[in-house]
């Protein structure tokens, strides 16, 4: 009991929770065969979970906040990134930034360079259940879900308690507002906002939303 007390991360200081990720997990994950960027900031435990025979790979400089007092919005939960079938993967890119987010692949998740995803947001390419309620209370439900890619092009900025559902694309530099649930694919440069998401406006070049590359 005592030896587990000792390894509970929530009675220690901010800086050792954030050092034990960058230099155990980290190798841990590592061993396991997840791919990490050089330069990846951990702001709290995430929870990161392989299915064997499945890929995740996080490109460097990337953000993942985990910790209510360092983002303004709060997190409802860590950082939660998950493959849940062999040969699932989960493609995330460089210099990406999230804060409680949530992103699942049963099949294949792709999300581009210098992505920014406000406060839990959530990302699954999969329906987790069946649709038919005899197999739903099998234990093939969760393999007889629908599932379809999910790819997120560079530059994307999902706001806040945003979901984005199986088989969507989204285009380079596009905006989805707080809230919303995307359903259907999103162009480039676009910004769509609602339940279910419908396009507001384009992003025109002089709406300078981010300066890539400039945040660290």
């Known amino acids: 009991m005592k030896f587990r007390s000792l390894l509970a991360l929530g009675k220690y200081p901010s800086y050792v929770v954030d050092s034990y990720v960058r230099f155990v997990l980290q190798l841990h994950w590592r061993r396991q065969g997840i791919k990490l960027g050089d330069g990846i900031l951990w702001l709290g435990k995430p929870i990161i979970s392989l299915a064997t025979?499945?890929?995740i790979s996080i490109g460097e400089k990337c953000l993942m906040c985990s910790r209510s007092s360092q983002?303004?919005?709060g997190v409802n939960?860590?950082?939660i990134l998950r493959t849940l079938f062999a040969g699932a993967e989960l493609f995330i890119g460089a210099r990406v930034r999230m804060s409680g987010a949530t992103i699942c692949a049963a099949e294949r998740v792709v999300i581009g360079n210098?992505?920014?995803m406000g406060a839990n947001v959530m990302i699954a390419d999969t329906d987790f259940h069946a649709l038919d309620p005899a197999v739903?209370?099998?234990?093939?439900?969760?393999?007889?879900?629908?599932h379809k890619p999910i790819e997120i092009g560079d530059d994307v900025f999902i706001g806040g308690n945003s979901?984005?559902?199986k088989g969507v694309t989204i285009g380079k530099g596009a905006v989805i507002g707080a809230g919303s649930v995307v359903t259907q694919n999103v162009e480039d440069?676009?910004?769509?906002?609602g339940n279910p998401a419908l396009r507001i406006r384009v992003v025109e070049c002089g709406d300078r939303i981010s300066k890539p590359g400039q945040w660290l």
Request: with cysteine.
């Open 53 to 55: 025979g499945s890929l």
């Open 71 to 73: 983002t303004a919005l």
């Open 77 to 79: 939960h860590p950082v």
């Open 114 to 116: 210098r992505c920014v």
């Open 136 to 146: 739903r209370s099998s234990p093939e439900d969760a393999r007889a879900a629908a």
């Open 163 to 165: 979901i984005i559902l």
């Open 189 to 193: 440069r676009t910004v769509v906002a």
